[in-house]
């Protein structure tokens, strides 16, 4: 087992300037898609060491319920550091399921607190305008990724013209269409799992919104018009009073979503060429993703032979 059950647990810092390249360089559909997925490899597989480490240092604990072979100087001759690494990874570890419990938690009460407000709404429209002298505007997902609403207040539309609702409106129904709110819970449970893994979470943050920016953009046909709808609706804003899409959901930097919406369009491409900084960003998460699984699972193995083999029949 070795060096290698450590592997996962700090791999995850590569995913700093990964979140730096991949939020600038790709687009954001790519980019959401890529760090997502590599922040749930990389979360899965370091709370699966530290998961096995717990193993080992539970063995050491006098009065545990574990078989007696497990604790034998031969077994802790063949799995290295388990009395130090082992046993503090237990607190460790405690914590871990703690965080992701209360943001699995959170998450749940967020869209139950948020369903019964709107539950005295007629009809089953998509947009639900309410009478509100506060301007927020969120989209509320549906139960098990059906449907959903558009939720916006009369203040805010009071504050935008035709083409700027129209602007709003899309973006979103692209954050319902697209299931962000998915995106966005799979990396706070990242971050929680493993803190190194924050920053992908930012930049995830901020790549959904700018997905749903050119989405928008694509539907009312003007980039401009999206921008304007974004930096009106950044102003006068105060926050929704229920917090939108998984409960996790942040408006991002508008001064960047801005100048992005009056620059060009980003280039869909799937894969970037290697030699740039996207596609180094792109084999840098794979890379590491990768190692991070082979290592999760050398230790798995290992540790699983050496005590099969200590424990009785």
């Given at each position: 087992?070795?060096?290698?059950?450590?592997?996962?647990?700090?791999?995850?810092?590569?995913?700093?300037?990964?979140?730096?390249?991949?939020?600038?360089?790709?687009?954001?559909?790519?980019?959401?898609?890529?760090?997502?997925?590599?922040?749930?490899?990389?979360?899965v597989?370091?709370?699966?060491?530290?998961?096995l480490?717990?193993?080992?240092?539970?063995?050491?604990?006098?009065g545990?319920?574990?078989?007696?072979?497990w604790?034998?100087?031969?077994?802790?001759?063949?799995?290295?550091?388990?009395?130090?690494?082992?046993?503090?990874?237990?607190?460790?570890?405690?914590?871990?399921?703690?965080?992701?419990?209360?943001?699995?938690w959170?998450?749940?009460?967020?869209?139950?607190?948020a369903?019964?407000?709107?539950?005295?709404?007629?009809?089953?429209?998509?947009?639900?305008?309410l009478p509100?002298?506060?301007?927020?505007?969120?989209?509320?997902?549906?139960?098990?990724?059906?449907?959903?609403?558009?939720v916006?207040s009369?203040?805010?539309?009071?504050?935008?013209?035709?083409?700027e609702?129209?602007?709003?409106?899309?973006?979103?129904?692209?954050?319902?269409?697209?299931?962000?709110?998915?995106?966005?819970?799979?990396?706070?449970?990242?971050?929680?799992?493993?803190?190194?893994?924050?920053?992908?979470?930012?930049?995830?943050?901020?790549?959904?919104?700018?997905?749903?920016?050119?989405?928008?953009?694509?539907?009312?046909?003007s980039?401009?018009?999206?921008?304007?709808?974004?930096?009106?609706?950044?102003?006068?804003?105060?926050?929704?009073?229920?917090?939108?899409?998984?409960?996790?959901?942040?408006?991002?930097?508008?001064?960047?979503?801005?100048?992005?919406?009056?620059?060009?369009?980003?280039?869909?491409?799937?894969?970037?060429?290697?030699f740039?900084?996207?596609?180094?960003?792109v084999?840098?998460?794979?890379?590491?993703?990768?190692?991070?699984?082979?290592?999760?699972?050398?230790?798995?193995?290992?540790?699983?032979?050496?005590?099969?083999?200590?424990t009785p029949?």
């Amino acid at each position: 087992m070795g060096v290698f059950v450590f592997l996962p647990l700090v791999l995850p810092l590569t995913a700093w300037p990964i979140a730096h390249l991949a939020e600038r360089r790709l687009h954001p559909r790519v980019a959401t898609l890529m760090l997502a997925a590599t922040a749930g490899v990389l979360a899965v597989c370091s709370s699966l060491c530290l998961g096995l480490l717990v193993v080992v240092g539970t063995a050491q604990l006098p009065g545990n319920p574990l078989p007696d072979g497990w604790s034998d100087p031969e077994v802790r001759e063949a799995l290295p550091y388990d009395e130090v690494a082992g046993t503090a990874s237990i607190p460790a570890l405690a914590a871990v399921l703690v965080a992701v419990g209360r943001t699995l938690w959170r998450h749940h009460r967020t869209r139950r607190r948020a369903g019964r407000a709107l539950d005295g709404l007629s009809g089953a429209a998509s947009v639900a305008v309410l009478p509100d002298p506060a301007p927020y505007a969120y989209a509320l997902p549906g139960r098990w990724g059906r449907g959903g609403r558009v939720v916006v207040s009369t203040a805010l539309l009071s504050g935008l013209d035709g083409p700027e609702r129209r602007a709003l409106f899309a973006h979103e129904r692209a954050h319902l269409a697209a299931r962000h709110h998915r995106y966005l819970l799979a990396v706070h449970l990242a971050a929680r799992a493993n803190p190194f893994l924050r920053p992908l979470r930012t930049a995830v943050v901020y790549t959904v919104e700018r997905w749903a920016d050119e989405a928008a953009a694509r539907a009312v046909g003007s980039r401009r018009t999206v921008a304007r709808a974004i930096g009106k609706a950044a102003l006068v804003s105060r926050g929704a009073p229920t917090s939108t899409l998984a409960g996790f959901a942040e408006p991002g930097p508008v001064p960047r979503r801005v100048a992005a919406l009056l620059g060009p369009a980003p280039a869909v491409r799937a894969w970037p060429p290697v030699f740039t900084a996207a596609g180094l960003a792109v084999w840098t998460a794979v890379a590491g993703a990768a190692v991070s699984a082979l290592s999760s699972a050398n230790s798995a193995v290992t540790l699983f032979l050496v005590l099969r083999a200590t424990t009785p029949l």
